[in-house]
């Protein structure tokens, strides 16, 4: 194998400590998939980018494009090329795989002033040596929400590992806890916001009204493809990317019929008569303090989601 960045051989990738990439190499990563993921949006088509994208990102984005392929299958008409840049990589000295990189970009998807300015936070993945790169986490967080990386003297960022114990919560336990917390309300490890005790309040508010009863079930995933990945901030801390799975099922009263848009319908089974069960994938962006460090709780940054398949019956 070649020399790495840092001057450091390895063999196999298991035992030992380098840089999950260079800086060249992530940088072909990240238009790699940009360009696939253009392609795929232009035409509508999950194949076009199918290897470039996994675990959590990967089950919304092929979802997304399956669902758009089939209600309009022309394609993108309004198609507009995803542009990235202003990127800054923070790439981890690690062991073993998976091997993983932070990109963090400016898009052309939003206004570069005020409260419209946002960055995309891509995470990279790699299997093993010979497997491509590919996205894992998006996250599309306000400029002031994506913190300093704690690097050593060559620039290189620092991994937080999954059962971290310098971390008030271990990255391993985010989606068990996080999901935990959605279905109960405790314990209260997290900031209250947006994605966290408002999304309870708006599913409690939600879960009977005239005519229909939701229902809201939550999963944890954390294997493979959907492994927490994070980095160590210059605070102690880290940021950390993970997912979960979440199901609402609704039900309607007798001669009440439920209305089904198309683009969910596109990934319906079964004859929706009275009740749909629809299955989301999500993925999270979660600062996590330095344990022993103020309140302990995790801040959820941002939450991007999609639906991934529906049942009827």
């Known amino acids: 194998m070649s020399l790495t960045a840092s001057g450091c051989m390895t063999v196999h990738g298991e035992l030992e400590i380098v840089p999950s990439a260079t800086k060249a190499e992530a940088a072909r990563a990240l238009q790699n998939f940009t ?23 990967g089950a919304i984005n092929q979802a ?3 669902s758009r392929h ?4 022309g394609g993108n008409t309004a198609h507009q090329p995803l542009q990235l840049t202003d990127v800054k990589f923070a790439i981890p000295k690690k062991a073993g795989w998976p091997r993983y990189f932070v990109a963090d970009t400016d898009s052309n998807r939003d206004t570069d002033s005020g409260t419209q300015d946002t960055r995309w936070v891509l995470v990279f993945m790699q299997d093993g040596l010979k497997q491509p790169w590919k996205v894992s986490y998006l996250s599309i967080l306000a400029p002031s929400q994506v913190p300093v990386f704690k ?3 060559d620039g290189w960022a620092q991994p937080a590992e999954p059962a971290d114990a310098a971390l008030a919560m271990a990255p391993k336990d985010l989606s068990e806890r996080y999901t ?12 209250p916001g947006a994605h966290t005790s408002e999304w309870r309040s708006t599913r409690l508010k939600s879960a009977n009204v005239p005519g229909l009863t939701t229902q809201y079930v939550d999963q944890s995933v954390a294997a493979g493809a959907f492994q927490p990945l994070g980095l160590r901030t210059q605070d102690g801390g880290a940021l950390v990317f993970f997912a979960s799975k979440h199901f609402e099922q609704q039900t309607a009263a007798p001669n009440v019929r439920l209305q089904v ?3 969910v319908k596109a990934l319906t ?17 979660a600062l996590v303090p330095a344990k ?4 302990q709780q995790v801040t959820i940054l941002g939450r991007l989601q999609g639906l991934t398949s529906a049942k009827g019956s």
């Open 35 to 57: 360009a696939a993921y253009n392609k795929a949006d232009k035409a509508f088509d999950p194949a076009l980018d199918q290897d470039s994208v996994t675990g959590a990102l």
């Open 64 to 66: 997304g494009l399956k």
């Open 70 to 73: 089939i209600t309009d299958p």
């Open 151 to 153: 690097k050593d003297k």
């Open 180 to 191: 935990s917390y959605l279905r109960t309300g405790k314990p209260a490890a997290f900031v």
């Open 261 to 263: 848009s198309p683009d």
């Open 269 to 285: 089974t079964g004859t929706v008569t009275n009740k749909i069960t629809k299955e989301r994938m999500s993925n999270e962006a």
């Open 292 to 295: 022993g460090k103020g309140s």
